[in-house]
Every structure is written in structure tokens, then in C-alpha cells.
């Protein structure tokens, strides 16, 4: 009766030991995919935020320069 408690457990144990073992081995295959996916999120992010920082340094000149337009007064009635 112990022989078979014992192997029993035995059995059990393995069980739970390969279904640990392949849901880590899940796990660690999803964080890669995801890991990749922030990874390409991230660079494809920071090639718009280039664009928008190259955009609002040409609109910022501009707005200088209209601004500085109306302080010289080139836009008053006469």
C-alpha cells in the first residue's frame, strides 16, 4: 500500500513539474513576442515625435518671425 502512495506522488509531482515547466516556457515565449512588439512601437514612436519636434521648430520660427513682423509694425493700417 505505501509502494503504491509513493509512486503515486511520484506520478503527481512530475505532472505538475512538466505543466510548471511548459508555462514558463509559454511565459518566456509571449514576453519575447511582446518585448518585440514595444521594441518596434517604440521606434516607429520615436520617428513620429522626430517629425512632430522637426515640425514645431519650423512653425516656431515662423510665428517668430510674424510676430516680430507686427512689432516692427509692418502690419499697420496707414
Do not use: F
Not at 516556457?25 to 519575447?32: L, M
Not at 514612436?45 to 512689432?71: F, M, P, W
Amino acid at each position: 500500500m505505501t509502494e503504491i502512495v509513493v509512486a503515486s506522488l511520484g506520478v503527481i509531482s512530475a505532472v505538475l513539474v512538466a505543466l510548471v515547466e511548459k508555462t514558463r516556457r509559454e511565459s518566456k515565449k509571449d514576453h519575447g513576442m511582446v518585448a518585440e512588439k514595444l521594441d518596434n512601437l517604440g521606434r516607429n514612436l520615436g520617428r513620429s515625435i522626430d517629425r512632430v519636434e522637426q515640425n514645431t521648430v519650423r512653425t516656431e520660427g515662423k510665428l517668430d518671425g510674424h510676430i516680430a513682423e507686427h512689432a516692427r509694425g509692418a502690419y499697420d493700417r496707414k
